[in-house]
């Protein structure tokens, strides 16, 4: 879809054609926290790439509860702040989470050690080398990418 003009009106045609979507691609966008309600309907994806668009806590507070299956979460340049952390952290089956370049700080990310099946975590420019270092201690299995914004 990232070749579209995406919309909130185009996520909520999405989601009442009840379509078993397994991966959406809205980078940069339009699409905003009004598209929640609908994106959260989509319960199959496994992959959700929100990159570059208008979405805050809101948006995550909203709708992640809904999307179960999701395995890949990707909300670089986002308005998502540390607010987020705790719903994202209750994913389970997350696997990869990208979350850089938004305002959260390393120690706000303490709390995903929670999510045993994580295997990437791309932080941005607001985490420090040390913060780095702490964070792969603590989380051994996870492959930390810095992204550099």
Do not use: W
């Not at 989601?15 to 929640?36: I, K």
Request: proline share 3%; with cysteine.
């Amino acid at each position: 879809m990232s070749y579209l003009p995406v919309t909130n009106q185009t996520v909520k045609e999405l989601a009442d054609c009840s379509l078993s979507l397994v991966r959406l691609s809205v980078v940069g966008s339009r699409v905003n926290d009004r598209a929640a309600e609908d994106m959260g309907s989509l319960t199959f994806l496994a992959e959700l790439d929100l990159s570059h668009t208008d979405i805050t806590d809101k948006f995550v507070q909203r709708c992640m509860p809904s999307l179960k299956r999701l395995e890949s979460l990707k909300l670089r340049g986002t308005k998502v702040t540390e607010k987020s952390i705790a719903v994202l952290a209750a994913h389970e089956r997350l696997r990869v989470l990208d979350l850089s370049d938004t305002s959260i700080r390393a120690p706000h990310l303490d709390q995903l050690v929670q999510l045993k099946h994580l295997e990437v975590l791309i932080v941005g420019n607001r985490v420090s080398e040390a913060d780095m270092r702490n964070l792969r201690k603590r989380m051994p299995e996870v492959k930390i990418v810095y992204a550099r914004e």
